[in-house]
């Protein structure tokens, strides 16, 4: 059975609106911009401030080391330039790259958010400042994490308008439920996918010195199809050796780490435990990572000697269309 649009945005807000009714609030409003973190949960998940990154038990903080290679893997990787490209951290030092957060209190005002996607996009209004950090380039996202309520709020080509602001696309998620997007629909990733919860984050790599989650990255081009949790396609061929968004891979349990170090050892080993998901078109094998000051960039530079052909791809779940 098909369920109208209306109903399935009507299920998928539900938690979400008892979340925040039941949050907190207080606090003393206002962005915090300093990139701030906590430890991870036991079982796999990150958290930042008093907030776990989903439940232990979501897809992103599930451990996929022992499940098995997808049947279509080397074609995959292969598609994916694999034999051709490797690895690389697309953030840094420079504010240029990478993708910027905040945090917020549960007392933030929310103001209007005006949206070119409105039918996929989650209605305002969003407590987001008027400070709040805009990523650098053409995609120009805004993630703010209200830390009370642990409800995430993210926006894609987003542009601050006084009092509020514009954006193409914009997503809420309840960081204490499993739900989905409903199918077919965008978020502020092409994915449909929440972005905060994929990025490398200093706090976890460095400060902690682990990573409990899946990480995202992009590759060229992508099939017109997706697979759980991603909930959207933005494909240009049916061709189904090209990947999915939503496909999971892996680096290999035998890829030998041991020379690494810092952060680089630190993302690589997440990679074989939890992996990444394809969150988005752009260049093959570009993960995602925070914008922070903090990076050394001399220790990054080592991912990119990690190459495509490395990974595996991880039998997940079916394609939808």
């Given at each position: ?310 990974f595996e791809v991880v039998q997940t779940g079916p394609l939808?269309?």
């Amino acid at each position: 059975m098909t369920v109208p649009k209306t109903a399935r945005f009507f299920l998928y807000l539900l938690p979400i609106l008892l979340a925040s009714a039941c949050g907190s609030g207080g606090g003393s409003g206002g962005a915090q911009t300093q990139n701030t973190g906590g430890s991870g949960a036991a079982n796999g998940g990150g958290s930042l401030g008093d907030c776990a990154i989903f439940p232990s038990d979501n897809p992103w903080n599930r451990d996929v080391s022992q499940d098995p290679v997808d049947p279509n893997s080397d074609a995959y990787i292969a598609r994916m330039n694999g034999d051709s490209e490797n690895l690389h951290p697309d953030f840094g030092s420079n504010p240029d790259y990478g993708i910027p957060y905040t945090t917020v209190k549960g007392d933030q005002p929310k103001v209007p958010v005006s949206f070119s996607e409105a039918d996929e996009s989650d209605p305002g209004p969003y407590p987001i400042p008027p400070n709040a950090p805009v990523e650098a380039g053409g995609d120009r996202h805004v993630l703010v994490l209200d830390t009370d309520n642990c409800i995430l709020y993210e926006m894609f080509a987003a542009e601050y308008v006084g009092p509020g602001w514009e954006a193409f696309s914009g997503a809420i998620f309840n960081l204490n439920s499993n739900a989905l997007r409903p199918d077919t629909w965008t978020s502020a990733d092409a994915a449909g996918l929440p972005i905060l919860p994929g990025l490398v984050r200093y706090d976890e790599a460095v400060t902690q010195g682990e990573i409990r989650h899946a990480l995202r990255f992009t590759v060229a081009s992508t099939q017109q199809a997706f697979i759980h949790p991603a909930t959207h396609q933005a494909g240009d061929t049916t061709d189904p050796d090209a990947p999915p968004m939503g496909l999971r891979v892996r680096l290999k349990a035998d890829f030998d780490t041991s020379g690494f170090t810092g952060a680089s050892r630190v993302v690589l080993e997440a990679l074989k435990k939890y992996g990444m998901f394809v969150a988005d078109n752009g260049s093959d094998w570009f993960i995602s990572g925070a914008t922070d000051a903090r990076w050394d960039d001399e220790d990054l530079e080592q991912l990119k000697t990690v190459p495509g052909n490395a990974f595996e791809v991880v039998q997940t779940g079916p394609l939808h269309y």
